[in-house]
């Protein structure tokens, strides 16, 4: 016997003491270990695993943890709940939190709600065979097959709950979205889509390359950051070939429109090149010119509370003022100044649930006035935030990125005296960002490439420029994946 054995006695002791339901949970839970066993009974499974050596006693102990049969753990297992829960505490687990999130909230409805959530689905999967028994966890399988449903596309089930008035149970889900985006620190089990285990003898090591799904991506620290476990989406057709693969390294770039690009232009130099550029990339573009601080502070809130992010891939916000390093006058003649870092945070993931774990990106364009130009004699108090915030030359505003995924934060900072010198002109910076994206060549690059040749371009236009009238860059970003602003 290996080590990864496990009696056969221990199987069959535990397969007599379950019931219907709960084998149906213990083979919910098992469903990516096995792909090509998703429509076995439990016993099938168990030893399928145990032949594979994929299924040991602590993972056994896990299965009967998952489904609370804590008396089976000290009679058959002879081991307690609390050292169970010390092991999963270490990461010792074979099922994914997904899974797990699927079986919390199944213990959760009442038939009458699975019933309520099997007559919503049929605007989205009216196909889908519904039947008025049909459990939660057969419900997701089903979407998941269909690729509505993955650890990280579970908007549809939040709508569904939202409509039955669960929000305790959206709340979970919002729940296991940041902790998976933010505190994930540990390799996952790996999660299979249910399109895969629905295919005859697909391994988890190495699939057919004509079967349209790809590896499953595990997480792997790198530089500090960890990655999320993602599953490979297929894009659903009514028939023929899937025509587009999305790689478990790029952001899935898909939907229509990609998403909102907001272009707020208190200059008023830029905003038809970049509302032009934008719209032909796909996106929503939301135009506003010449507002005061106040006004673009609830623009930003409005936009941050937009339902339509739900469906977008992305999100873009272009800002043109004049400002300071770290904030931005808008139209106001009294600079208190509004903090560039407040305006990321309104798109944050804890601060716009519809954009978590979704691209973000901000290109900034400020025209910088001297410090003895500034004036500080207002305050602009922000929504949602107890502090007063000013610009006054004596606080250290530092810009600084916080370690908050998926954004992109590119800032060029130009002396106000270029518009002085011609107040018409459009920024160059911005002009050359047009440019990369309208190239056909140059948008299959992705974003963090063309930035560097967006670097390139204004560094040569200094060499050619007075000092005085020079551009300078920053770019910060927390990506965890390739991104190309273009669909994919």
């Given at each position: 016997?290996?080590?990864?054995?496990?009696?056969?006695?221990?199987?069959?002791?535990?397969?007599?003491?379950?019931?219907?339901?709960?084998?149906?949970?213990?083979?919910?839970?098992?469903?990516?270990?096995?792909?090509?066993?998703?429509?076995?009974?439990?016993r099938e499974l168990l030893v399928a695993l145990n032949e594979r050596e994929k299924l040991s006693f602590l993972g056994l102990s896990e299965l009967l943890y998952r489904v609370?049969?804590?008396?089976?753990?000290?009679?058959?297992?002879?081991?307690?709940?609390?050292?169970?829960?010390?092991?999963?505490?270490?990461?010792?687990?074979?099922?994914p939190d997904y899974r797990v999130l699927m079986v919390e909230i199944n213990e959760n409805l009442e038939k009458e709600e699975v019933s309520s959530l099997v007559f919503l689905l049929r605007d989205y999967a009216p196909r889908m065979k519904m039947a008025k028994d049909k459990s939660f966890l057969a419900l997701v399988i089903d979407l998941e097959k269909l690729n509505?449903?993955?650890?990280?596309?579970?908007?549809?089930?939040?709508?569904?709950?939202?409509n039955i008035h669960r929000i305790d149970l959206i709340r979970k889900i919002q729940k296991y979205k940041y902790?998976?985006?933010?505190?994930?620190?540990?390799?996952?089990?790996?999660?299979?889509?249910?399109?895969?285990?629905?295919?005859?003898?697909?391994?988890?090591?190495?699939?057919?390359?004509?079967?349209?799904?790809?590896?499953?991506?595990?997480?792997?620290p790198r530089s500090g950051q960890s990655l999320i476990l993602e599953p490979v989406h297929v894009p659903i057709?009514?028939?023929?070939?899937?025509?587009?693969k999305v790689f478990d390294d790029q952001y899935?770039?898909?939907?229509?429109?990609?998403?909102?690009?907001?272009?707020?232009?208190?200059?008023?130099?830029?905003?038809?090149?970049?509302?032009?550029?934008?719209?032909?990339?796909?996106?929503?573009?939301?135009?506003?010119?010449?507002?005061?601080?106040?006004?673009?502070?609830q623009t930003l809130l409005d936009v941050a509370r937009l339902q339509k992010h739900r469906n977008c891939d992305s999100f873009i916000c272009i800002l043109v003022s004049r400002g300071s390093p770290q904030s931005v006058?808008?139209?106001?003649?009294?600079?208190?100044?509004?903090?560039?870092?407040?305006i990321k945070k309104y798109f944050t993931g804890d601060s716009c649930p519809e954009l978590l774990g979704k691209p973000k990106l901000f290109f900034i364009q400020s025209y910088i006035v001297p410090e003895n130009e500034q004036e500080c004699t207002s305050l602009l108090e922000v929504d949602g935030n107890d502090e007063k915030i000013t610009?006054?030359?004596?606080?250290?505003?530092?810009?600084?990125?916080?370690?908050?995924?998926?954004?992109?934060?590119?800032?060029?900072?130009?002396?106000?005296?270029?518009?002085?010198?011609?107040?018409?002109?459009?920024?160059?910076?911005?002009?050359?960002?047009?440019?990369?994206?309208?190239?056909?060549?140059?948008?299959?690059?992705?974003?963090?490439?063309?930035?560097?040749?967006?670097?390139?371009?204004?560094?040569?236009?200094?060499k050619t420029t007075d000092p005085s009238q020079q551009y300078s860059l920053l770019l910060q970003h927390t990506l965890r994946k390739k991104l190309f602003l273009s669909p994919t």
């Open positions: 016997m290996t080590r990864c054995q496990v009696p056969a006695v221990l199987i069959h002791q535990i397969e007599q003491e379950l019931d219907k339901e709960e084998e149906e949970i213990m083979v919910f839970l098992c469903r990516d270990l096995a792909p090509d066993l998703a429509t076995a009974d439990l609370k049969r804590f008396d089976l753990l000290r009679r058959i297992l002879k081991t307690e709940k609390a050292t169970v829960e010390a092991n999963l505490a270490r990461s010792l687990r074979i099922v509505l449903v993955a650890p990280n596309q579970l908007d549809l089930i939040e709508s569904c709950f939202r902790e998976a985006l933010m505190c994930s620190v540990h390799p996952q089990p790996v999660y299979v889509n249910a399109l895969q285990a629905s295919l005859p003898n697909l391994s988890l090591i190495d699939p057919p390359c004509n079967s349209g799904v790809h590896n499953v991506n595990k997480e792997e057709q009514e028939s023929g070939p899937v025509s587009h899935r770039m898909q939907s229509r429109p990609l998403g909102i690009c907001l272009i707020i232009d208190c200059i008023g130099n830029d905003t038809d090149m970049l509302e032009e550029t934008f719209r032909d990339l796909g996106y929503d573009v939301h135009c506003h010119r010449y507002l005061n601080m106040n006004t673009m502070n006058f808008c139209t106001d003649h009294t600079f208190s100044g509004f903090p560039l870092e407040q610009a006054n030359a004596k606080i250290p505003w530092k810009v600084t990125i916080p370690q908050v995924a998926d954004i992109f934060w590119s800032q060029c900072k130009v002396d106000v005296s270029t518009l002085e010198k011609s107040p018409s002109s459009s920024s160059y910076y911005l002009r050359c960002l047009a440019e990369l994206l309208r190239n056909p060549h140059k948008r299959k690059l992705s974003i963090l490439d063309i930035h560097t040749e967006l670097n390139r371009k204004v560094y040569e236009w200094n």
